[in-house]
């Protein structure tokens, strides 16, 4: 999947089913959350910046990985 050099919206990745279902295995503390329709105009590079102080750049890099393999 082309995430425009993370310029992607969180929005698009979770209309596209694949990697939906990737982001919603990897995070899916997050997955029902109400915040996911907030952020949805948020470009990946933004979300990636506010996750990572949760989340170990380790494990946002995998799922990065992930989805540009779709």
Sequence with gaps: MDLRKNKITLGELMDNTQAAEILKKEFPEWA????????????ISKVLKVAGKHVPKEKLAEVITKLEQL
């Design 32 to 43: 029902d959350s109400p915040l996911i329709k907030m952020a949805a105009g948020m470009t």
